[in-house]
T-cell receptor
Framework: ETGVTQSPTHLIKTRGQQVTLRCSSQSGHNTVSWYQQALGQGPQFIFQYYREEENGRGNFPPRFSGLQFPNYSSELNVNALELDDSALYLC???????????FGPGTRLLVL | GIQVEQSPPDLILQEGANSTLRCNFS?????LQWFHQNPWGQLINLFYIPSGTKQNGRLSATTVATERYSLLYISSSQTTDSGVYFCAVLSGGSNYKLTFGKGTLLTVNP
């Protein structure tokens, strides 16, 4: 069984730029959730995708957007990067209707 | 929204010692998970435990849903147990948004 994978592992951007992070869900999973983890904090829910549509959203501005593809993989896009966007971005997959989420290794984003 | 509090925030042990980590939550929950985050950032599932007691090797967990807390027990700790332990809950009408505590940073010294 293939686990959740994310790319890239690390990324450095400058303020104002745009970034795309990618996630492949665990085999058999059709739902993908994205979380942001700032240094020293617990992960914060950004949004979830199911059947290629946003299924719920946390308290993040519209410049955080996402996509889910027919193979259940997903992208997180962040526009107009700010210094505070520097964080570990985690993707989690699950089966719709099942509550256990499984996390990928994350992408570390540094905004300068 | 629901509040999740973990204690202690930091814990330092000698190898072989036992420990108890606590998670308190402010409302009824549909799901509770314990995770271990290793030094590279990977969140590893330990337990899915909305109620009751489960054991997996040296680790066990108990959730008392009516009293809104969960405990994670680590026995005979090893240096590889070091890292941050998170409790996360699903609550209310949400079946997708995990709310995490701030974690407990465990350091196990040889």
């Amino acid at each position: 069984e293939t686990g959740v994978t994310q790319s890239p592992t690390h990324l450095i951007k400058t303020r104002g730029q745009q970034v795309t992070l990618r996630c492949s869900s665990q085999s058999g999973h059709n739902t993908v959730s994205w979380y942001q983890q700032a240094l020293g904090q617990g992960p914060q829910f950004i949004f979830q995708y199911y059947r290629e549509e946003e299924n719920g959203r946390g308290n993040f501005p519209p410049r955080f957007s996402g996509l889910q593809f027919p193979n259940y993989s997903s992208e997180l896009n962040v526009n107009a990067l700010e210094l505070d966007d520097s964080a570990l971005y985690l993707c989690a997959s699950s089966r719709q209707g099942e509550e256990t989420q499984y996390f990928g290794p994350g992408t570390r984003l540094l905004v300068l | 929204g629901i509040q999740v509090e973990q204690s202690p925030p930091d814990l330092i042990l000698q190898e072989g010692a036992n420990s108890t980590l606590r998670c308190n939550f402010s409302d009824s929950v549909n799901n509770l998970q314990w995770f271990h985050q290793n030094p590279w950032g990977q969140l590893i599932n330990l337990f899915y435990i909305p109620s009751g007691t489960k054991q997996n090797g040296r680790l066990s967990a108990t959730t008392v849903a009516t009293e809104r807390y969960s405990l994670l027990y680590i026995s005979s700790s090893q240096t590889t147990d070091s890292g941050v332990y998170f409790c996360a809950v699903l609550s209310g009408g949400s079946n997708y948004k995990l709310t995490f505590g701030k974690g407990t940073l465990l350091t196990v010294n040889p």
